[in-house]
């Protein structure tokens, strides 16, 4: 028999036999991002993308945690709104039956393109996810198309299991000591095919105080959602007080405890009571006269002076001043502005990959200091 030799084509055409979704790395675009979500606050899609104009990536899983009251559910609906205006089409998995039609439609949210799902176990969410992700994979697979899609899971410490229901019935008070395990089992069954599908998926889960030595905030469900997401955004909050003292809502706190894009870095956005999400919150402490063209200040004969106690603010691209109650707007936060603010907090949120030269003399001279 003729010796045949087998290269490295004949491997890459083995493998692709056997799995389709691979390839050689130059050519894969297998959970590439493609797109990226904008949550509603720029300093905010820095904090979990690195960029003001990220957010939340497609093909990825996302997980925002914290406690009653930080803003999760108003967080996954104002991203669920933007999601459908660059034409995606929603599934909404629903286990604490608190969102309904009417809330949805007051964030602007067309209706008719999310698909709402009310479910109460692990076993019906991971039924539902991989019967509908094997459909649309199999559909790509012929060459057929398939439609932009989003999956929300609101939340998946909520979920039940099918033996705590069992139980629940019988009488027993037992806890299942398996919910953790077949949390984890479910998004390890469901990352590879919604990455293939570029399927962006933010599911919310509640944390709670550690009774140890030193407490610390951890998420329900055990470490397995975690360990699959590619951002697990923890959220804190304070309260938020008009000039009179009144409440107006929440200063929440966003710390990134996991990130795949960017630098962890914590952030402060506000939410406020009847105006919502301010976008751009947070970018004042970026803001200087050399760089960004914005400072305190006042216009006298026409010339533009930085003062630190004024109470407006002067901008070079504007010819008057501004005072606080519209700093926060568009018409200071120009998409010029804006630029020049995302060049100036690279160093911020993202990784410096720059080659660094060593100066081994100076090192070893201060070890025999």
Known sequence: MAKKDFSFDDINAELKALNPMGSIMADSTFSEVTEWIDTGNYHLNACVSGSLFGGWPNSRTCSIAGPSGTGKTFLVLNSVKRAIDMGYNVIYYDSEAAVDKDQMEKFGIDVTKVNYQPINTVQEFRTSVTTLTSKMQEIKRIGGKTPKVMMILDSAGNLATQKEIEDAKSGSEKADMTRSKVLKSIFRIIMTPLADLKIPFIFTNHTYQTQDFISRQVAGGGTGPEYAASIVLYLGKAQLKE??????????????????????????????????????????????????????????????????????????????????????????????????????IEHVFNYNTEEREIDLEAILETDED
């Open 243 to 344: 000039s009179s003292g009144d409440k107006a809502g929440i200063i929440v706190t966003a710390k990134p405890n996991k990130n795949r894009f960017a630098k962890p870095t914590n952030i402060k956005f506000h939410l406020h009571f009847t105006e919502g999400m301010n976008a751009y919150v947070g970018l004042e402490q970026y803001i200087d006269w050399e760089d960004i063209g914005i400072t305190k200040g006042i216009i006298e004969k026409g010339e533009k002076i930085p003062k630190s106690t004024s109470r407006n603010w002067i901008c070079k691209h504007l010819d008057h001043t501004v005072p606080n109650k519209e700093f926060f707007t568009d018409k200071v936060f120009t998409q010029e502005v804006l630029e020049k603010i995302e060049k100036k």
